[in-house]
C-alpha cells in the first residue's frame, strides 16, 4: 500500500462547479499536511496546509479526519485557472521532517 | 529572483556518463531535498540533508549520490547516467520538521 494515495482522476468539470479531492495516508504518526498546487511540469508550490480543526482560503476548503486517515480538498466555483494537478503531501513525523507525496490528482476546469 | 535554484534546467547527456544537478537556496533553510517525479508515480524522494555534511538516503538513492558542503548547496550526481534516469529532477528546502518545502523549478534530465 502507498503511503499516500490519491485518485488520479482526471476529474473534468465546468467552470462554477464544485469539486471535491481526497487522499489516505498509511502512517497513524503523521504530523502535518499539505495539499500543493502543480501546474504542467513546473515546481509544485504550497496551496494551503491542513489543520486539525480544518481551514479555509477563499473557494479552497481543506479537512483533516485524522481517525479515517485522510485529507479533502474542497474547490467551489472552479475557475478556468484552477486547472492544473493537486497533490497530497504528508509528513509521517517519525522520518525526520521528509515530506511524503501522492501521485496527484488532475482537475481540468472547462468554459 | 528564485529562492530555490536549480542548473541546468534541461539537460540531455548519454549513457554511462556522469551528470551533476546543482541546487543552491537563498532561504537559509537547513533543511535540503532531491525529489524525482516520473508522470503517474508522483515525487518520490532521493536524498535529503538536515545540515551541512549530513546525507540521508530517499525511496530511490541507487544510482545516485549527493554533497552538501554548504547550507546553500546541495548538488546530486549521477555517476553513470542510464536512460531510466530520464526524469523531471526537483530541489526543495525547508526551514523544520513540519513545516512546508520550498521547491527549485526543476531540471529535466533525459538520458539517452
Redesign the interface.
Known amino acids: 500500500r502507498k503511503e499516500v494515495e490519491q485518485d488520479?482522476g482526471p476529474f473534468n468539470v465546468p467552470e462554477g462547479a464544485t469539486v471535491a479531492f481526497n487522499c489516505t495516508y498509511s502512517n497513524s504518526a503523521s504530523?502535518?499536511f499539505?495539499w500543493y498546487r502543480q501546474d504542467c511540469?513546473?515546481?509544485?508550490?504550497?496551496l494551503m496546509?491542513v489543520y486539525s480543526s480544518g481551514n479555509e482560503d477563499g473557494r479552497f476548503t481543506a479537512q483533516l479526519n485524522r481517525a479515517s486517515q485522510y485529507i479533502s480538498l474542497l474547490i467551489r466555483d472552479s475557475k478556468l485557472s484552477d486547472s492544473a494537478t493537486y497533490?497530497c503531501?504528508v509528513?509521517p513525523?517519525n522520518q525526520?521532517?521528509?515530506?511524503?507525496?501522492?501521485?496527484?490528482t488532475e482537475l481540468s476546469v472547462k468554459p | 529572483d528564485a529562492d530555490v535554484t536549480q542548473t541546468p534546467r534541461n539537460r540531455i547527456t548519454k549513457t554511462g556518463k556522469r551528470i551533476m544537478l546543482e541546487c543552491s537556496q537563498t532561504k537559509g533553510h537547513d533543511r535540503m531535498y532531491w525529489y524525482r517525479q516520473d508522470p503517474g508515480l508522483g515525487l518520490r524522494l532521493i536524498y535529503y540533508s538536515f545540515d551541512v555534511k549530513d546525507i540521508n538516503k530517499g525511496e530511490i538513492s541507487d544510482g545516485y549520490s549527493v554533497s552538501r558542503q554548504a547550507q546553500a548547496k546541495f548538488s546530486l550526481s549521477l555517476e553513470s547516467a542510464i536512460p531510466n534516469q530520464t526524469a523531471l529532477y526537483f530541489c526543495a528546502t525547508s526551514r523544520q520538521m513540519n513545516t512546508e518545502a520550498f521547491f527549485g523549478q526543476g531540471t529535466r534530465l533525459t538520458v539517452v
Open positions: 488520479p504530523q502535518s499539505f511540469r513546473k515546481e509544485p508550490k504550497l496546509s497533490l503531501v509528513n513525523g525526520g521532517g521528509k515530506l511524503i507525496f501522492g501521485q496527484g
